[in-house]
């Protein structure tokens, strides 16, 4: 079965693969992605379905999709993962709450107004362990979203606090539209995920070789 497979993804025949994506095309690099793709399996066809990172991982213990990119630890031993790169979070706040907010601790932020994110997300999963990690319970919130777009809008609207990927917020920060919190959240890994048994598998490693040649590694 495998050498068949196999046989398939040198390009003897068209072979459909499923990819989950999170956040933003340009975030993840999907068009280096797509276009090694194409390069090594010019007869592939992709099918991408997007989602939030719990979503991702979900669809792959399922087996609903082959892969795709999930952010946070990988801590399931039926799940394989590429690392790609590590993501710089902080907190971002409202501009003009900036005097309250910029040299804050955690634990007076924590009593702010905060916009919440979906409990699947990586945003929910990073928030509920910091809060933790420093005894504070999460706050209380009045919205949740699970669209960064959604999340930036409603903190430049003065709706509240939000945990946002650094290489957005410090764009935002500059046009004056939000202010970065001094306190430090930490790092969280992007990762490319597969089931653990599906190793072998051609399809994965067809799409794991391109992955890795996209990244400059292959």
Request: include cysteine; aromatic fraction near 10%.
């Given at each position: 079965m495998l050498k068949r497979r196999a046989a398939e993804l040198r390009g003897d025949k068209t072979?459909?693969?499923?990819?989950?994506?999170?956040?933003?095309?340009?975030?993840?690099?999907?068009g280096s992605m797509m276009a090694a793709m194409l390069a090594l399996h010019p007869l592939a066809e992709v099918k991408l379905v997007h989602g939030i990172s719990g979503q991702i991982m979900d669809k792959v213990i399922t087996g609903e999709i082959d892969a795709?990119?999930?952010?946070?630890?990988?801590?399931r031993p039926d799940v394989g993962f590429?690392?790609?790169?590590?993501?710089?979070?902080?907190?971002?706040?409202?501009?003009?709450?900036?005097?309250q907010t910029k040299e804050a601790a955690l634990s007076d932020l924590a009593g702010m107004p905060w916009i919440g994110s979906n409990p699947l997300s990586s945003q929910r999963r990073i928030l509920t362990a910091?809060?933790?990690?420093?005894?504070?319970?999460?706050?209380?919130?009045?919205?949740?979203?699970?669209?960064?777009?959604?999340?930036?809008?409603?903190?430049?609207?003065?709706?509240?606090?939000?945990?946002?990927?650094?290489?957005?917020?410090?764009?935002?920060?500059?046009?004056?539209?939000v202010s970065?919190?001094?306190?430090?959240?930490g790092r969280c890994p992007l990762s490319f995920i597969y089931l653990s048994e599906r190793h072998r598998d051609?399809?994965?490693?067809?799409?794991?070789?391109?992955?890795?040649w996209s990244e400059g590694l292959g």
């Open positions: 072979f459909l693969t499923t990819i989950g994506t999170i956040i933003d095309p340009d975030s993840i690099r999907l795709g990119y999930f952010l946070g630890d990988v801590s590429f690392p790609i790169r590590d993501v710089d979070y902080v907190i971002i706040a409202p501009y003009n709450w900036r005097e910091l809060f933790a990690k420093h005894g504070l319970a999460l706050p209380e919130t009045h919205f949740e979203v699970d669209q960064e777009a959604s999340m930036i809008g409603l903190v430049k609207s003065g709706v509240g606090l939000s945990l946002m990927r650094a290489e957005i917020a410090l764009s935002h920060e500059a046009r004056g539209e970065i919190c001094d306190f430090k959240v051609p399809v994965i490693g067809a799409l794991l070789g391109a992955l890795k």
